[in-house]
């Protein structure tokens, strides 16, 4: 499959991934739409220094994945839907459940009426290895029993399961792509890795929540190529494909191995505030991709230390885009 010349919607352009899936989108010459979250002061996230006026292969289309008529549009005259737009800091969930229903789950309902409405040839929906809770085995696998261990992760579970109904009631070409942890350049405050280097480079003192939960990391360029793979592979459509490196890092071990790129004599200490209630803690989330790899031909290429060097510089470069004092949920 190529891309060159084709007609690509991405949802949540403006985000972390949605931004890396853009430039990867324009490297291989596709025609890119990018729907990002309207806001007073025009402001495109992460796609705004990157795209500005639109030029580059992409155009920029502000609006709200939860408008019916806004996503109708967008979508329309596109062969493929990327589907990233969503509420996902799990923090905040637990303060504003309500927004994550109207835009996690309501806003996958519309793409997923719209792109079939306009007949697309693919929707790639994002899930999130947070619907699983604290594993009952690991590695998981796609098969592992789901459980919405916060409001968050419950809309997520919902999403999916309207994308797998699509699928099964519709023929919907759908195929949704469940990355474990993504970290890399442009990653927001909110995220453990760019929470920990800002506190590093900024005074000796590195507040966290628990540092005992295991998670799987993959850099934003891996993850951002098996979005690529979901849309290209026929024999993806109608399956959920997990992208992770099946290498599990406690919280703790995460934060001693940045210090000792950014701050060697920085102390880490548990901030109660930035601790989760306990049942919704999810201690434990280490992948198996053997069907990225069966399905996709996906593996991740970015080592751990590799793409901490690589994050590292980013935020040292950028300054402005974090507030190293100030909790961000």
């Given at each position: 499959m190529t891309w060159n010349g084709r007609r690509v919607l991405v949802t949540g352009?403006?985000?972390?991934?949605g931004s890396h899936l853009v430039d990867a989108l324009v490297e291989r010459g596709a025609e890119v739409t990018g729907l990002v979250r309207y806001n007073s002061r025009n402001?495109?996230?992460?796609?705004?220094?990157?795209?500005?006026?639109?030029?580059?292969?992409?155009?920029?289309?502000?609006?709200?994945?939860?408008?019916?008529?806004?996503?109708?549009?967008?979508v329309e005259g596109n062969e493929v839907v990327f589907h990233l737009a969503?509420?996902?800091?799990?923090?905040?969930?637990?303060?504003?459940?309500?927004?994550?229903?109207?835009?996690?789950?309501?806003?996958?309902?519309?793409?997923?009426?719209?792109?079939?409405?306009?007949?697309?040839?693919?929707?790639?929906?994002?899930?999130?290895?947070?619907?699983?809770?604290?594993?009952?085995?690991?590695?998981i696998d796609e098969a592992h029993p789901l459980q919405g261990q916060s409001p968050y992760s419950?809309?997520?579970?919902?999403?999916?399961?309207?994308?797998?109904?699509?699928?099964?009631?519709?023929?919907?070409?759908?195929?949704t792509l469940r990355p474990f942890n993504t970290y890399g350049p442009r990653q927001s405050a909110r995220a453990v890795i760019p929470t920990i280097i800002t506190q590093a480079l900024a005074g000796n003192t590195v507040r966290l929540g628990s540092l005992d939960p295991v998670r799987?990391?993959?850099?934003?360029?891996?993850?951002?190529?098996?979005?690529?793979l979901a849309a290209e592979k026929e024999g993806a459509v109608g399956k959920t494909i997990h992208t992770g490196s099946g290498i599990g890092i406690s919280i703790g071990d995460l934060a001693q191995k940045i210090l000792l790129q950014v701050n060697p004599g920085a102390r880490i200490i548990t901030g109660e505030d930035r601790v989760r209630p306990g049942k919704s803690e999810v201690?434990?989330?280490?992948?198996?991709?053997?069907?990225?790899?069966?399905?996709?031909?996906?593996?991740?290429?970015?080592?751990?230390?590799e793409g901490l060097s690589r994050t590292i510089a980013w935020v040292?470069?950028?300054?402005?885009?974090?507030?190293a004092g100030r909790y961000t949920v």
């Open positions: 352009a403006g985000g972390f991934i402001d495109w996230g992460m796609l705004e220094v990157r795209y500005r006026d639109g030029d580059g292969g992409v155009r920029v289309m502000a609006g709200d994945v939860t408008d019916a008529g806004c996503v109708r549009r967008a969503a509420l996902i800091g799990i923090p905040y969930s637990y303060e504003a459940p309500e927004s994550y229903v109207r835009t996690n789950l309501l806003g996958t309902l519309n793409v997923l009426q719209a792109s079939l409405a306009a007949g697309v040839a693919r929707v790639v929906h994002t899930s999130t290895s947070e619907v699983y809770g604290t594993a009952v085995y690991t590695p419950a809309t997520k579970i919902a999403a999916d399961k309207m994308a797998e109904a699509f699928s099964c009631s519709f023929d919907l070409p759908v195929v799987d990391f993959t850099f934003v360029t891996d993850t951002a190529r098996a979005f690529l201690m434990r989330l280490v992948c198996d991709s053997r069907l990225a790899w069966e399905t996709l031909g996906w593996r991740p290429e970015v080592s751990l230390d040292r470069e950028h300054p402005e885009g974090y507030k």
